[in-house]
Structures are given as structure tokens and as C-alpha cells.
């Protein structure tokens, strides 16, 4: 009997020790597997344009293969409504609760601000998209935020170059009274400086001013070659609609701050016909993938993608390339196999993800909005009338103001 | 023609008519008298459905009046002149006189007859309501009544504010209202002139009928003017 | 700055102002009768727009025919919005009815938000008013032209139905004192649904005529509608002659301002606000009785 009590106890206590050593070692065997969540406005005012970047998230993944590192990628969105606090109490669930390793998008510049700050936190990465301040490559910058498609300084640089070089250095802007619209102006002001342009004049104009008739009249007193509109949604609607109405487009070429084949889909390509402006991408792109992204898009959803959703799956693409090349899911060696690495994808031909200030860019795209006859096939709205180089289209090294740091 | 029978009102949580009863009968010119706040505006308001009565019966003619609306009390033949006149001031005189819908065209007093008895009207024809004085505002109010087809007008303290010439001429309106056939239903302040011109007397105090009586009666009873109306 | 540049912005102005005059035509008319302060005027005005894209894209491609049938259509609506909804209000206190008419507004926007999407719907300018005329001093727009024109005879019309017509007199009548319309044997509650229909029809036309202009959205209300309390407060509530005044006086200021000196353009109007409510506040027409 008494020796069967010693047998017992030392099965019990091999039992007891293997089955510890077993609950040690289990992570490091088998890790939580990636989880990647977009954030972004499914229900606010620009739901029409990013609400569709969880699909593109999620078609990113399926081409991916849908594992990484033995094991499923997870995937989970969020709606922040464009709201910042939203969209703060959403990134901190998203990172605390929801245990991701990386939030996509989020437009709202604020919002994104916010989020990069959960970011930072929590020691987890985001990639904004849809957030074109230059503050998150800039002074708020840090090692876990990845700004991603464009920022603001690129969509003035770019296509204020290229205007002053095509269309005319005698400008007049009408520019949106507020943060954006102030960075924008300045932007654009430094390129037609730089190619020796001449401003002859600037109105800061309310948000939702309707009617722009005065301002376009003080324009055309002015006799600019190109009119630049430093505004977005139903304001820019309103400003061109008006400048067309006066007839101002018969002498002046007018360039926009930013441009959504959704906002030419929506009010009718009359209203842009044969304006200019910069764009991270066309859903025309030769990129390598890009006609296989848009094809597969397009039979989903019976409509293009938009740069938004482009930029999108180019970013989870790329974070998942990161993974697997670190072999590793934990920030700090993800982010250093980020850092200074050059890639081909749908989105960027090559794309260079900048040590400096971990702007990812790339060669800009100038486009033409089409007028009505020429457009032979539906949502082919624009058409590539330039580029600008990566080199010119951001902003110059030590000129960023980002102070990396540490992790 | 008229007829209250324990009629109940309130304004918001206070009880202004306490049960008032009384009758008005054919060709009479009636008078509701008493002291300020005793009701008598009030009682005219109910009438009328302007201030609807909680509990009580009002009979027009053989109609019960409670629970209609003023527009549908007015097309059935009364004509409620105000205290405070009314006048629409943005209106000209003519518009104010035209104003009252006719029913089958029918007036009680056309316009020429108006302007035989209100000649003061006639004269302002085109001006505004808000350019009359007391005086033809008075006038206007009561001459607007009679362009429509009324069977009893109720009036309130028409000849508040007036002077004293201005009073009489009221007085002869409302002698050659009563010959029209219409009855009179008048809330007065002004005792001596109630006593001049009525034929029937109610006086109403504290929402109630205290006193009823013929004009010869009250006007020599000082004892009830006294009590009641502090004469 | 040269005088013909100040005599086209001046001329520009006058017709900014004419759309704030038939905004604020019809939130007056409202005001003056029913006393209501009504914040779903400019959400009315965006329906009106709407309804215009409605017509001309799926129904009769024909800008005349909306340009017809939308404030119709419209005043339609109000009557029925009056019928159905505000009429159980008029016993409440106003602030019940504000709120009504807050919430009305933002149901109103979403409703459309949902059918028609956030970014708007296109609307171009009919093809017979494209192109500009030579006024001498300048080119002009022909449908800008229109749309003043267009609006002086809608005022024109207001007025006359108002002043010369029984009508007219009955409105202006419930206005001044509703009880007593009553008290005379007129069924005022035609009279309001008629009123309200009026207005409601006058913001469509607003927004009938704006569409080819501006970007037709389910926010386009929100911005005028600020402007036309503006205008209201100048030109006197409940007046037709304060809100043509009033609404044209609008259009100049921010005119003017934008000339001088635009970020004040906008401050411009409210100070102006400001000033004719410590100064005057019932307005330049506006009537004693409203502020008792």
C-alpha cells in the first residue's frame, strides 16, 4: 500500500509539473493570432466615401490568405461618425478590450490625432488614411503611427507645382476659413513661390457659406490664370457651381483641393468638367495588382474604388508584409521592418515608408476632371494629366518637424 | 333666445362662474352688471366659446352652444363686440367692415345704413385700424357686428373711456339695434347709462346671479345699486 | 477698386438678397399668423430642392415643369404638415413648438440622407437660361437674372393676394388677432393651413430656383436659415415689406463686406442684428404687438 501512496505521489506531482510548465509554455508555442481593425465613419458625413474601407480591409486579408503566423487573421471595424471623442473612446477599446495590433483610417484630422495618441499608449500601431493633417508626420509624430495615402502638404505641393508649371502663375485662392484650409493655402503658396508664381489674391471664406457669387466676381476682377478652391464638400460644390455659372471657366483653370470620383458621381460631371487637382490614386492605376483590385471591386460592389479604399488595402497589405517578414506579431520589430522599406503595390509604384517621419510616399498623381462628352465609361471621371515626384511632392527631410523618439 | 343654465367657468386653476343662470328673451335689451373681476366679461366669454364653460348648459334658440367653436357660436346669429374693441389695425375700415362672412349675402344692416347711423365711418373709409380713435374704434366694432346676420349681440362696455356725447350717440345705436329685432346683451359699468337703455337687469357678484329685475324696479331700488355695484 | 467693380458687386448683392427674400417671405408669413418660430423652414427649402431633382430626374426631365410643380407640391406638404402636425400644437408654449420644428428639421435632413446620400445630387442649370447677358456694366449670369425677376413677382404676387384680395384680408386679419377671426364666424384653422401651405410653398420655390446654383444636399437649409432669422429680425417679424427690405439689405451687407473685407462679412450681418435689437428690436416693419 505504501507503495503504491509513493507511485501516486509522484505521478501526481509529474502531473502536476508538466501540466504548470505546460500553461507557461503555451503562449510562446501558439501566440494570439494578428488582429487588424478599421476605424473609420460609416454613418457621418463622409460615410459615402471611407464606410466602404472595412470591405477593402477585408478583401486585403483574403488576398493575404487570410493567415499569418500559423493562424487566422482576425478582423474588426468600428463606425466613429467623424466625432474625435468617438472615435478616442473607440481606439482605446479597440487596443485595451479588442486586444488589435493595429486601427486603419480614420478620417477627421482630429479624430486621427486622437487615435495616433492611443496609438502611442498603448504601444500599438495605426496607420491613418483618411486624417490628412501633417501634424501626424509632424510635431505629434511618433514611432507607432504610419501616415498612409497623403497628407495635406503633398495635395497642395503637388498640384500647385504642377499647375504653376502647366496651367498659369497668376493665381487668385478662395480658401475654407478654418485649420485645413489655412494649412492648404500655405502649401500651395510655398509652390507657386517656389516657381517664382505670382498670388494676386486670397478670401478666407465661412464654412458653409452658399453663396460664393461676390467672391467669384472679385476673382474675375483680378484676372487670374488659375482660380484655386481650397474647399471641400458642399462648399466646393457651391463655389464651383457658381464659378461656372459666371462663365469664369472660359479664362481661368481651376484647381482643387481634393477630389472623389463619389463627389462627381453625386453632383454630375458638369460641375467639375475640366478641373484640375492632386490624387494619391486613380481607379485607372497601372500599378502592379491594381486591375485585379478593381476588377474584384467592381464585381462586388458595381463601382469603383476610390483612392480611400485603395490606400486601405494597400496599408493592411503592407502591415501583414511587415508581420511576416519580422516573423513576430509585437510592435517594435513590425515597425523597424516598416521603416525606410520600399514596396510595388495597387497603391504605390514604389512606395518608400519614411524612417524619418514614417510618412509612406510616393510619386503624386495629377489629374483632369473629364468633361460630360468624354467620359465613355461609367465612373471614369478623371484622367492623369501629370505626376509629381515623391521627392518633390512632400515635405523635405529635417524640414518635418517630427522628432521621432523612442518606442 | 338665450339661456344659462348653472354654467361653471374657469381660468386655468380658478373658479370664475360659480353656476350662473338667466335668460334673455326675445326683443329684450338685457344688461349684466357688477363689480370689476364679478364675471361679467367672463360670461360673455363663454357664450361665446372663447373661454368654453367646464359644466353648465348654454341654449341659443333651441342649440346647445357648449362645446362649439367661436366661429361655428358666430355663424349661428351672435355678434360679440369686445371690451377691448378689436379692431383689426392692419385692416382699413372697409376691410374690417367687410370682413365678417355673410351668410346668403343677407346683412342685417347694409353698408348704407351704417353709414347713416356711423357717419364718422364713412369718413375713414381707407384709413387703417390702428389710425381710429377710442371713439370709431367703438363704432367700427359695433358696426362690423351689425354687417352680419346676428340674431343677439353681446357687448362689452362700449362706452368704457368714451366722452359723454360719444355715449349717447351708443345709446341711440342701440335703441334703433333693439327696433332691428336683434337682442341686446350688454355688460356695463356705467349704472346711469344701463338704466337709460336696458330693459332687464343682471347683476353678478362673486359668479353669481345676486340680483335680476325690470328696468323700472332697479332703477329705483338704490339699496341693491348700493350693495352691489357700489353706487 | 473701380466703380463698375462696385456697381457689379452692389447689382450681385441685390440678387444674393432675393432667395433671402423668398425664405424669409414664407418663415414671416408663418411667424406673423401662427406664431410659430418655424427652424424647419430651411429644411422645407431643401425638400423644395429635392423635390425639383425628383422631378426632373425621374419623373419629366423638364426644369419648367419643376419649376412649376415642386412649390406646389410643397405647399402641399406644408398644408399637410399643418393639418397633421402643428395644429396640435398652437395651445402649447412656444418653446414646445420650436422644439417640434427642431426636430422636424433634423428628420427631415436624415429621411433624405438616407434616400439620396450625403454628398448631394446633381442639378444643372436649364439649358434656355445658360449663358450671360451684357447689362453694360458687366456680363451677368441670365439665370440669376431670372431668379431676381422671379422673386420680385413672387413678392409682388404676396403682396397683392395679401393687400388687395379678401383672402389677403382674412390672413392679415388672424394675424393681427386670431381670436377675434374666430369670434367673427370664420374658420380660422383654414385660414392656418392655408397660411402655412403658403410659406411652406415659398421655401420651395426657394429651393426650386437655388438648385442649379448651389450644391443640392441635405444640409443646404441649415446655412440660410441662420441668415433668414437675420432677416426677419431686421425687416420686422410677421411683415412682408420687412422681409423683401430686410432680405435685400442682407444680401448688400454681406455683398459689401466681401468687397471690403471678407472675414467680416459674415460678423457683419449679426452685428447688424445685434444692433437693430438693442436699437429697434421689432425691426424696420416689424409691429409693436409682437413684443409686448
Not at chain 1, 487670374?224 to 462663365?247: C, H, I, M, R, Y
Not at chain 2, 346647445?64 to 363686440?81: D, F, N, T
Request: aromatic share 12%; net charge positive; glycine share 10%.
Amino acid at each position: 500500500m505504501k507503495k503504491y501512496n509513493k507511485i501516486f505521489g509522484v505521478l501526481v506531482v509529474f502531473l502536476m509539473v508538466s501540466g504548470i510548465s505546460a500553461l507557461i509554455v503555451s503562449p510562446a508555442v501558439a501566440a494570439d493570432p494578428v488582429k487588424v481593425a478599421v476605424l473609420t465613419d460609416m454613418s457621418g458625413p463622409y460615410a459615402g466615401i471611407t464606410a466602404k474601407n472595412v470591405d477593402a480591409a477585408r478583401m486585403a486579408i483574403e488576398d493575404f490568405g487570410g493567415k499569418l503566423l500559423g493562424q487566422n487573421i482576425e478582423f474588426v471595424y468600428r463606425d466613429h461618425q467623424c466625432k474625435p471623442d468617438v472615435a478616442n473612446q473607440k481606439a482605446k477599446e479597440l487596443y485595451e478590450k479588442e486586444k488589435v495590433d493595429v486601427i486603419i483610417d480614420c478620417p477627421n484630422s482630429a479624430a486621427g490625432l486622437a487615435v495616433s495618441n492611443q496609438a502611442r499608449i498603448h504601444k500599438k500601431l495605426f496607420f491613418p488614411i483618411g486624417s490628412g493633417t501633417t501634424r501626424l508626420n509632424g510635431s505629434d509624430c511618433h514611432r507607432y503611427t504610419f501616415h498612409w495615402g497623403y497628407n495635406d502638404y503633398m495635395l497642395a505641393t503637388a498640384a500647385g507645382l504642377w499647375a504653376a508649371d502647366n496651367l498659369g502663375k497668376r493665381w487668385y485662392t478662395i480658401t475654407a476659413d478654418y485649420a485645413w484650409g489655412h494649412s492648404l493655402l500655405k502649401n500651395f503658396k510655398n509652390a507657386l513661390k517656389s516657381r517664382g508664381g505670382t498670388l494676386l489674391g486670397n478670401d478666407m471664406v465661412a464654412l458653409g457659406t452658399s453663396d460664393f457669387s461676390p467672391y467669384i466676381l472679385k476673382a474675375m476682377n483680378a484676372n487670374p490664370d488659375v482660380l484655386v478652391l481650397l474647399n471641400a464638400g458642399k462648399d466646393g460644390v457651391n463655389s464651383t457651381k457658381q464659378a461656372n455659372e459666371f462663365g469664369l471657366k472660359k479664362k481661368v483653370k481651376i484647381i482643387h483641393a481634393l477630389f472623389f470620383i463619389e463627389g462627381i458621381k453625386a453632383v454630375g460631371p458638369d460641375v467639375f468638367a475640366d478641373d484640375y487637382g492632386a490624387a494619391p490614386w486613380y481607379w485607372k492605376s497601372q500599378n502592379p495588382g491594381a486591375q485585379k483590385f478593381v476588377a474584384q471591386w467592381q464585381k462586388k460592389f458595381n463601382k469603383p474604388p476610390n483612392w480611400m479604399n485603395a490606400a486601405t488595402y494597400s496599408a493592411v497589405t503592407q502591415y501583414l508584409e511587415a508581420v511576416k517578414r519580422a516573423g513576430i506579431k509585437d510592435a517594435k520589430p513590425v515597425i523597424e521592418k516598416l521603416e525606410g522599406h520600399t514596396f510595388r503595390d495597387i497603391f504605390a509604384n514604389p512606395g518608400y515608408i519614411r524612417p524619418d517621419n514614417h510618412m509612406k510616399v510616393a510619386d503624386a498623381n495629377i489629374i483632369r476632371a473629364k468633361r460630360k462628352e468624354e467620359i465613355k465609361e461609367p465612373w471614369d471621371f478623371f484622367e492623369f494629366v501629370g505626376s509629381v515626384s515623391a521627392k518633390d511632392a512632400y515635405e523635405p527631410v529635417g524640414k518635418t518637424g517630427c522628432n521621432m523618439g523612442g518606442f | 333666445m338665450l339661456r344659462l343654465q348653472d354654467v361653471n367657468t374657469f381660468y386655468g386653476d380658478s373658479h370664475i362662474l360659480k353656476g350662473i343662470s338667466f335668460e334673455v328673451k326675445d326683443g329684450e335689451l338685457a344688461t349684466l352688471l357688477g363689480r370689476n373681476g364679478a364675471g361679467k366679461s367672463t360670461t360673455l366669454k363663454s357664450i361665446m366659446g372663447i373661454v368654453p364653460p367646464k359644466e353648465g348648459s348654454i341654449l341659443f334658440g333651441n342649440e346647445e352652444m357648449v362645446g362649439k367653436r367661436p366661429h361655428q357660436i358666430a355663424s349661428l346669429g351672435l355678434g360679440y363686440v369686445p371690451e377691448e374693441r378689436a379692431i383689426f389695425p392692419s385692416l382699413s375700415v372697409l376691410e374690417n367692415l367687410n370682413l365678417p362672412t355673410k351668410k346668403n349675402r343677407k346683412r342685417l344692416w347694409g353698408l348704407e345704413k351704417i353709414y347713416e347711423y356711423f357717419p364718422v365711418l364713412k369718413e375713414r373709409l381707407h384709413h387703417k385700424g390702428s389710425q381710429l380713435s377710442g371713439g370709431e374704434q367703438q363704432m367700427l366694432a359695433i358696426a362690423r357686428v351689425l354687417t352680419m346676420d346676428i340674431k343677439l349681440m353681446m357687448l362689452d362696455e362700449p362706452t368704457e373711456g368714451l366722452a359723454p356725447f360719444l355715449v349717447l350717440e351708443i345709446g341711440k345705436i342701440l335703441q334703433e339695434i333693439k327696433k332691428s329685432r336683434v337682442v341686446v346683451l350688454l355688460v356695463e359699468q356705467n349704472t346711469r347709462f344701463a338704466i337709460n337703455v336696458a330693459d332687464k337687469h343682471h347683476i353678478i357678484y362673486e359668479g353669481k346671479i345676486a340680483y335680476r329685475g325690470d328696468n323700472d324696479d332697479f332703477g329705483v331700488d338704490k339699496e341693491i345699486q348700493t350693495r352691489y355695484l357700489g353706487v | 477698386m473701380s466703380a463698375q467693380f462696385i456697381g457689379m458687386q452692389l447689382f450681385n448683392g441685390l440678387i444674393l438678397g432675393s432667395v433671402y427674400v423668398l425664405l424669409s417671405l414664407g418663415l414671416s408669413i408663418i411667424f406673423g399668423m401662427l406664431g410659430i418660430i418655424n427652424f424647419a423652414h430651411g429644411a422645407f427649402y431643401m425638400l423644395g430642392a429635392y423635390a425639383a431633382y425628383t422631378i426632373t430626374s425621374y419623373i419629366f426631365p423638364n426644369f419648367w415643369i419643376a419649376f412649376i410643380f415642386g412649390p406646389i407640391f410643397m405647399g402641399a406638404f406644408g398644408a399637410a404638415c399643418e393639418v397633421f402636425f402643428f395644429r396640435r400644437l398652437y395651445k402649447l408654449p412656444p418653446l414646445y413648438v420650436m422644439l417640434f420644428t427642431f426636430g422636424l428639421m433634423m428628420a427631415f435632413q436624415d429621411i433624405i440622407r438616407m434616400i439620396f446620400g450625403s454628398m448631394g445630387v446633381p442639378f444643372n442649370t436649364p439649358e434656355s437660361l445658360m449663358g450671360a447677358v451684357n447689362l453694360g456694366f458687366m456680363y451677368y449670369p441670365k439665370y440669376r437674372l431670372f431668379l431676381i425677376i422671379v422673386t420680385a413677382l413672387c413678392s409682388l404676387g404676396v403682396w397683392l393676394f395679401l393687400s388687395k384680395t379678401r383672402l389677403g384680408a382674412l390672413i392679415r386679419a388672424g394675424t393681427d388677432n386670431s381670436q377675434m377671426v374666430d369670434a367673427l364666424g370664420i374658420n380660422i384653422s383654414r385660414i392656418t393651413t392655408l397660411v402655412f401651405g403658403l410659406g411652406i410653398g415659398l421655401a420651395g420655390l426657394a429651393g426650386v430656383l437655388v438648385a442649379p446654383i448651389q450644391n443640392v444636399t441635405h444640409l443646404m437649409g441649415m446655412d440660410f436659415l441662420i441668415d433668414c432669422f437675420v432677416v426677419v429680425v431686421i425687416g420686422g417679424m410677421g411683415s412682408i415689406a420687412g422681409s423683401i427690405i430686410g432680405g435685400l439689405i442682407v444680401g448688400e451687407i454681406i455683398a459689401m463686406g466681401i468687397m471690403v473685407w471678407p472675414p467680416i462679412a459674415n460678423t457683419l450681418i449679426y452685428l447688424f442684428m445685434a444692433a437693430f435689437l438693442l436699437v429697434r428690436p421689432r425691426g424696420l416693419f416689424g409691429r409693436e404687438a409682437f413684443h409686448d
